[in-house]
C-alpha cells in the first residue's frame, strides 16, 4: 500500500464514542460471570487499546485503572487528541500512531494483561487482521484477555448489498470531499433506488427498515462504518479459528444477559443448544437463534476456570452502585428473545438497597445477610440483568479507587473545562467503577461550577446561560429553540434543579 490509510476512510475525525467492554474492569467481570479468572489489576499491570479513535474509552480506562496504558490509531489526528487527554490526567499512558503493522513489530512494548479493540476487525484488511492476531501472540501475557467485536454473519447476510451499495455509489461516483456531502449523496442514491421497488426487497424484507434507521446516524460514523474499502463479515467460527493460532481461545461474550438463556432464545433453541458438545459449534448456532449481526468476545490466553460456589462467591462479594434513581430503573425492556417483564417483588427492594445511604456501594452478601430468605441465584440473576442494562456497576477494590482518583479527577475537571466550548465527549470516569458514565455537556458545566462555588439551583443556571450565551447558542426544549434570556434561564433552572436533586448525589457516590 502506498498511502498511510490503508483503504481505510480517513477523510473525517471519528466520533467520541465510550464502550464499557473495553475496560479491563468490566472485561473481567464478563469472565468471571462465566467461572474464568483474569490476572488480578495492579499497580504493575499494562493495558493496550488498538485503534482507539479519539481515545476517550482508552482514556477514561488508562485514568481509571491502575497499571500502565498504551495504545495506537495510525490517524494522526486521533493519537494528538488521546495524547492531550492523557495529558490532562496524568495516567501512565502512551498512545502512539503506529498503523497495526508497525505497532506489531515494535520491541519497546512490554507483556498486557488485556488487549482490546472495538469496532476496527470488520473494517480494516485480512492483512492488517493478521497485524491484530500477530500483536496479540507476541503480547499478551498467559492469561491475558482480549476483546473484540465484530459484524458478523448470518444476521448480517440479507442487508449486507446495502453497505455494497452504498461504497459502490461512493467508489465510483469519485466526488471525494468531506464525509457528509459523500455520505449524504450515497443515501439519496440508495433511497432513489429503493423508491424503485427492486426484486431484492421480497428477498431481504428488513432491509428498506434497516436503511431508514441506517440514514440517521452520524455521517461521520456513517463515513467511517460503510465507505471504507475494506468490510469483511465474518462468521464466529472463523474468528475463533484465527484467534486460536494466537493461542487465544474464545471465554465469554461481553453481553452478561446471554448467561440467563431464557431471556434471549426460546425453550427449544435452549434444547437443542444443550445438546451441543463442542463450545464453539454451540456458540456458533446460537447466533443463528439470535440472528446475531455483532458479536462482542472476550477471548483468553489459557483458561482459568473456578467452581460455580467460588465464582458465587466472588461476584457476590464484589460492591455494586446504582447508577439512577431506584424509581427510575425500568423493569420491562426487550432482549433478543422478546419482551422482559422483571418482578417488582425482587428487584424493587435490590434497587432501594442500593440507594441506601446516598448510593453507597454495598455487596450483595450484606443483602442476603439482611434477606434470609432471598435465594442467592435469583440474587446473581438481578445481578447480571441490572449491570447488562447499564443501571448498576460493579466497583473497583478500594486500594484501586485510591490509586486511581487523582487521575480521574485531572480527566473529569479537563472534559468539564472543554464542554465551556464544545459538546464533544459526553462522558467522564468514575473511579468508583473504573468506567465512563454518560453526561451530558450541561451536566458538565453544571459539575465544574458546582465544584467553582455555585451550590443553588439559580446561581448554576446562570453562570451556565452566560457561557453558551456567549457563544450564541440557545437551549433547545421539546424540538423548539429558545429564544429569550428570559426563556433560557427558566428552562436551564429547571435542568439544575433536576441535577442538584437527582444527578449530583450519584455523581458524588461514583466519587466523580
Ligand atoms: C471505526 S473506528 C473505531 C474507533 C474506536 N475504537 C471506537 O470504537 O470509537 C476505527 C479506528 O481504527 C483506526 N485504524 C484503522 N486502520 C488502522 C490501522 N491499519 N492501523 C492503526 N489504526 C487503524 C482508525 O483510524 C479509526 O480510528
Redesign the pocket.
Known amino acids: 500500500m502506498n498511502s498511510w490509510n ?1 483503504g ?1 476512510f ?1 477523510d473525517s475525525t ?2 467520541y ?1 465510550y ?1 464499557r467492554e473495553l475496560s479491563p474492569n468490566f472485561m473481567r467481570w464478563c469472565l468471571l460471570l462465566n467461572g474464568i479468572l483474569a490476572p488480578e489489576i495492579t499497580e504493575e499491570s499494562c493495558h493496550c487499546e ?5 481515545g476517550v ?1 482508552a482514556n477514561i480506562h488508562a485514568a481509571a485503572t491502575p497499571g500502565k496504558f498504551f495504545g ?4 494522526p489526528s ?1 493519537a494528538i487528541t488521546a495524547n492531550e487527554l492523557a495529558e490532562a490526567s496524568g495516567a501512565d499512558a502512551k498512545f502512539f500512531e ?4 508497525e505497532f506489531s513489530k515494535r520491541d519497546d512494548l512490554p507483556q498486557f494483561d488485556s488487549i482490546s ?4 476487525w470488520s ?2 484488511s485480512a492483512e ?1 487482521r493478521r497485524h491484530i492476531m500477530e500483536f496479540a501472540r507476541r503480547h499478551l501475557k498467559s492469561g491475558g484477555m482480549l476483546y473484540n467485536s465484530y459484524n458478523c454473519l448470518p444476521g448480517w447476510a440479507p442487508i449486507a448489498p446495502l453497505r455494497e451499495l452504498l461504497a459502490m455509489y461512493d467508489k465510483y461516483s469519485g466526488k471525494g470531499g468531506a464525509a457528509k456531502g459523500r455520505i449524504s449523496e450515497a443515501l439519496k442514491f440508495v433511497e432513489e433506488m429503493l423508491a424503485a421497488n427492486p426484486a431484492y426487497l421480497n428477498l431481504a424484507p428488513n432491509f428498506a427498515k434497516t436503511f431508514e434507521v441506517l440514514k440517521k446516524n452520524n455521517p461521520d460514523y456513517l463515513a ?2 460503510y465507505l471504507n474499502l475494506d468490510w469483511d463479515l465474518m462468521y464466529f467460527t472463523d474468528v475463533a479459528e484465527i484467534a486460536q493460532q494466537a493461542k487465544l481461545n474464545f471465554a465469554a461474550t461481553a453481553i452478561p444477559i446471554e448467561i440467563v438463556e431464557k431471556l434471549n432464545i426460546s425453550e427449544p433453541a435452549i434444547e437443542f443448544l444443550r445438546k451441543i458438545e463442542n463450545p464453539i459449534v454451540k456458540e456458533q448456532a446460537r447466533d443463528y437463534f439470535i440472528n446475531r449481526q455483532f458479536r462482542k468476545d472476550i477471548f483468553v490466553r489459557g483458561i482459568r476456570k473456578i467452581n460455580s460456589v467460588e465464582r458465587l462467591d466472588k461476584i457476590l462479594e464484589m460492591r455494586y452502585v446504582l447508577l439512577s434513581p431506584a424509581d427510575n430503573v425500568p423493569l420491562k425492556f426487550k432482549t433478543t428473545g422478546g419482551d422482559v417483564k422483571l418482578s417488582e417483588e425482587i428487584y424493587r427492594p435490590i434497587l432501594e438497597f442500593l440507594q441506601e445511604d446516598n448510593y453507597r456501594p454495598k455487596n450483595f452478601a450484606e443483602y442476603l445477610k439482611r434477606n434470609p430468605a432471598q435465594d442467592s441465584k435469583g440474587i446473581l440473576e438481578a445481578i447480571i440483568i441490572l449491570v447488562n442494562n447499564n443501571n448498576i456497576m460493579p466497583c473497583q477494590s478500594e486500594v484501586a479507587v485510591n490509586l486511581v482518583k487523582k487521575s480521574c479527577d485531572k480527566l473529569n475537571a479537563h472534559i468539564c473545562e472543554r464542554a465551556k466550548f464544545e459538546d464533544a465527549i459526553n462522558f467522564l470516569v468514575s473511579p468508583l467503577t473504573g468506567l465512563g458514565v454518560a453526561v451530558t455537556r450541561f451536566q458538565q458545566l453544571f459539575l465544574s461550577q458546582y465544584r467553582a462555588g455555585d451550590k443553588t439551583s439559580d446561581k448554576l443556571a446562570a453562570s451556565a446561560w452566560k457561557i453558551i450565551s456567549r457563544q450564541g447558542q440557545r437551549l433547545i426544549h421539546e424540538g423548539k429553540t429558545l429564544q429569550t434570556p428570559e426563556e433560557n434561564l427558566a428552562h436551564m433552572e429547571k435542568l439544575t434543579d433536576d441535577f442538584l436533586k437527582t444527578q449530583l448525589p450519584i455523581f458524588k457516590a461514583l466519587l466523580i
Request: glycine residues 12%; proline residues 0%.
Open positions: 490503508e481505510y480517513t471519528y466520533t464514542g464502550y488498538l485503534g482507539f479513535g479519539q474509552a495506537t490509531d495510525f490517524n486521533h503506529d498503523s497495526f503493522e479493540l472495538h469496532g476496527i473494517w480494516v492488517n467511517h462504518e
